[in-house]
């Protein structure tokens, strides 16, 4: 059964879809979503970039492209949520539930988001035959890098492969009830893309050069058809050189309540560090790295729960 909302009908006329472009009723369709987190307000602006260079230039050239805001009323509020993570309630039972509720019975405001989101992706994501491609645009509270989260498969290292972005496995198992491992567990190809610091030009520049290189990868674009394409394909290129093309996760540092966790200022994404090496600080004192690798994600804002990750070569 295919549930795909009709050509002729566009998707725009719908309160925060950003962007829908749609080339035919067969090919790919090509899901990004941005400010999952309302703090991270990148992601809206690179869909609207591309909502401009579709519009602009031929439009898309086969299957069909949905550009879609999240959390609006956190985005609105520039807080990373209002209730809750809303990155970490995509768990299928809560989903479930969230479908089955009455809005007006919902008390969590993300949860209320997540009920409208899928008012619209329902008709794609649910008895749909089509190869759908999701992703899930994000930024970071420590300066340096861009990376690509995907679970680990076969399927999804050869398709997001050679995308001038480094591909991390394993941080998906880490991070429970994310939206990303939820649309993978539903047959998707699925990832987040951390595009850079959440206040960088140059992370705006990353969003909208990776989504133009993976709508080209999965043939919803033609590039000959985008002036800008080149552009931002060479600078993508250019902040991804010297990253490591794969690694997976090695530890992860979880905050509890009360932990008063404080990382020691000065870390970078992809910085090296050493087992042993003083990384940041709790109630009980130093913490220190337990394994050798690279820094990832070190926690710089007041919301989350996730002190800092290190990552080792694939």
């Known amino acids: 059964m295919n549930n795909v909302v009709p050509k002729s009908k566009s998707l725009k006329e719908k309160y925060r879809v950003i962007s829908h472009h749609q080339a035919d009723e067969t090919g790919p369709i090509v899901i990004a979503i941005g400010g999952m987190h309302g703090n991270e307000n990148y992601g809206i602006a690179a869909l609207r970039k591309l909502d401009e260079l579709f519009t602009k230039g031929e439009g898309i050239t086969g299957g069909e492209w949905i550009g879609i805001a999240a959390n609006t009323t956190a985005l609105k509020s520039r807080v990373r949520y209002i209730d809750e993570d809303m990155n970490r309630i995509w768990f299928p039972s809560i989903v479930d539930k969230i479908r089955r509720t009455k809005k007006e019975e919902i008390l969590s405001s993300e949860r209320k988001e997540i009920k409208k989101l899928l008012e619209i992706l329902d008709p794609y994501i649910l008895n749909n035959e089509r190869e759908i491609i999701f992703v899930d645009l994000h930024s970071f509270s420590a300066p340096g890098g861009l990376f690509v989260i995907t679970p680990r498969s076969e399927k999804s ?13 394993g941080i998906d198992d880490a991070l429970q009830g994310t939206a990303l491992r939820y649309f993978h567990d539903q047959g998707h190809i699925s990832m987040a893309f951390e595009g850079g610091h959440h206040h960088d030009p140059a ?3 990353n969003m909208i ?13 033609d590039s000959s058809y985008i002036d800008e394409f080149e552009g931002y394909k060479e600078k993508i290129k250019h902040e991804a050189e010297r990253l490591p093309k794969k690694v997976e996760l090695a530890y992860q540092h979880i905050i509890e309540p009360g932990d008063k966790f404080v990382m020691r200022p000065g870390f970078v994404n992809f910085q ?43």
């Open 209 to 221: 050069a990776y989504l133009l290189l993976l709508t080209e990868k999965f043939g919803v674009i």
């Open 272 to 314: 090296p560090v050493e087992k042993g090496e003083w990384l940041a600080d709790d109630r009980n004192g130093q913490i220190v790295a337990p394994v050798s690798g690279y820094m990832l994600m070190p926690l710089y804002q007041e919301q989350g729960n996730d002190g800092f990750f290190i990552v080792k070569e694939f």
């Open 157 to 169: 290292e050869k398709k997001l492969s050679g995308l001038s972005a480094p591909l991390i496995f």
């Open 203 to 205: 992370t705006l520049m």
